[in-house]
């Protein structure tokens, strides 16, 4: 086993600890433990990157990755809805900055206008229809907190140790080269090229997930039309008995 | 790259002091417009401090940006603290970042740089000229600004301002898909998304989109009017309903980010009806269309487009006058029962133009933009007839229950 594997593995198991720790179960206790823990593995993850060359790129990566880091343990660990919202909303704000630091503008963009700017909408409009007062106990409280945690072992532990893998050691082959880097998402026909290769060869996968997207939305309108009849009913039935009366 | 940069940020400077001066003086603006319309005289008086010289209320701005800092500013105690003070930032950084792709002008010549610093093109008047998701941008930042309205209203922790912040998160979704329709079509007529590319299709065929396609023009229009929550779509601030809406609880420099922030988002909005449709820099016969231009050529295309932004704004203006308020049911009806079928109507015909119109164009011996703004005028009438027939946004409001009036007789109900 290599060095940075262990290193690797030490980050990922201090990082999960610390992010159980972290989590809101009841108590108070260990929340500071958990999040020096989670700080410690940080360190040791960021210790493991592999460096960009110059050091305006690596200052924004690195700025742009603990906001993201960062927001996303806030998003699990706060206690309340609304704030977990907003770290995640952060979250996608920081993974959109990514994704522009590496030239996908159009992966970028739509990140923030369908996550950001929709579906966390929607959460949040949820979220305050639901409990205005904000006090409810069982949303304040993680559900499984030791498996979500495992969880996160897991998939952390399996994605850095490859990703870090091809990272810190690359194969001469598999690294795009800069010529191929300027030619794929650098270009300035960048988007219609994205959108050849979307409605080219993904047309069928684009056109299953829109059906699927249509079903949702034809659902909810019947869910709702339902609704609408039962109350009309039993307005007018009421009605109907006091006229009879 | 040190020369793109010091450019880049002396855009960034201008673009910005511009802004903040533009918004002052609308504000001015809009009060001497609402004195004109209603038959008043409006702020007329502050000039020059310390001495009697009036210069027509042209003081007036400054004023109240002063009273606006320092007045004391209050937090009440019920609030929640961290958001209460982080969604004003969020909106007006929302509002401002939105001119970062925004084009202010064509092009200005290089030759004024020094030879030493390698400029070798001519200067895009935008901010960040390399961005080839223009419109998607103004989007996703766009999108950004619902957070300032919806925490501000939850963070003040008061009913009025709730309502007013739920109320916005709806009609701020609602339009943003009407909005989106409507730039489709222009984005399909020029197979760019860039906003200079729009532009310059415009100058280039002489013929502005608001003419091709007159349906989108309306629908993003409308719909824009009602992003930038302007008077006929102002549900989420109603003065006579809600107090003052999401920023009821405000007060000092949090209160007048919202209010520039809203004027920021109305000058967006006149700003991409005027790039998108009302075809950007360009004029007949006096601005060109080419990238190459002098210094005379370079300013009068900056002085047409502000001069149409500033029309279009003057319309918004004179629009928030003479339009009562939509019930919130009509404000919905509106959006998904007419905006945006009606997009659809229109990214069809656009599409189908795209795909057929030059070969029919050829046929019928037209020009392919005049083939297409025929389509368009005729898809604009006959989906007005039948918006006219159908009249989708009445709804029924009688009461659903027998209400007893004083003069029925008790009597008679009870037996």
Known sequence: MKDSHTIWILATLLGSLGLWLMLPRGGRRGRLAGAALAVVALGLAASQTPRLGT???????????????????????????????????????????????????????????????????????????????????????????????????????????????????????????????????????????????????????IQIAGTLLLTALVGAAVIIAQGKNTKTDSINSKELKTDEE | MLSTLIVALIKIVLALAGLMTAAAYLVLVERRFAAWVQDRRGPNRVGVPLTRIRLFGLGQPIADGVKFIFKAEFTPGHVDKLMFFVAPLTIFIAAAAVFAVIPFGSVLPQDFLPAGWGVSEPIRLVAAPGIDVGMIYVFAVGSIAVYGVVLGGWASNNKYSFLGGLRSGAQLISYELPLGLGILGVVLWTGSLRLDAIIARQAVGGAWNCVLQPLGFLIFAVAACAEATRLP???????????????TEYSGIKLMMYLVAEFLHMITASFLIVILFLGGWHFWGITGSGEAVTWPVALLRVAVLLAKVLGVILFFMLARWSWPRF??????????????????????????????GPALAARWGISDPLGLGLAGGAALLLCWLVVAASDPTRVDNSPRRRVVTPDQDVEEIFN
């Open chain 1, 55 to 205: 050091w305006t790129a690596e200052g924004i990566f690195a700025a742009l990755a603990l906001v993201t880091v960062v927001a996303a343990a806030a998003a699990v660990t706060c206690r309340n809805p609304v704030y977990c919202a907003i770290w995640f909303g952060l979250t996608l704000l920081g993974t959109a900055g990514l994704f522009l630091l590496v030239g996908a503008q159009f992966l970028a963009a739509a990140t923030v206008v369908v996550y950001a700017g929709a579906i966390l909408v929607t959460f949040l409009f949820v979220l305050m229809l639901a409990q205005p007062e904000g006090k409810a106990a069982y949303d304040r409280a993680s559900w499984e907190a030791m498996l979500s945690a495992v969880t996160g072992v897991v998939l952390i532990g399996v994605l850095s140790i490859t990703v870090g893998g091809a990272l810190t050691a690359p194969p001469p082959e598999a690294a795009p080269s800069a010529a191929a880097v300027q030619a794929g998402v650098l270009r300035p026909q960048h988007v219609a090229a994205l959108g050849t290769e979307l409605f080219g060869r993904h047309l069928i996968a």
């Open chain 2, 233 to 247: 779509f102002d549900l989420p601030e109603t003065e006579q309903e809600l107090v003052g809406g999401y920023h």
């Open chain 2, 327 to 356: 019930r919130f049911d009509q404000l919905m009806a509106l959006g998904w029962k007419v905006l945006i079928p009606l997009g659809l109507v229109n990214v069809v015909v656009v599409a189908a133009w795209a795909e057929f």
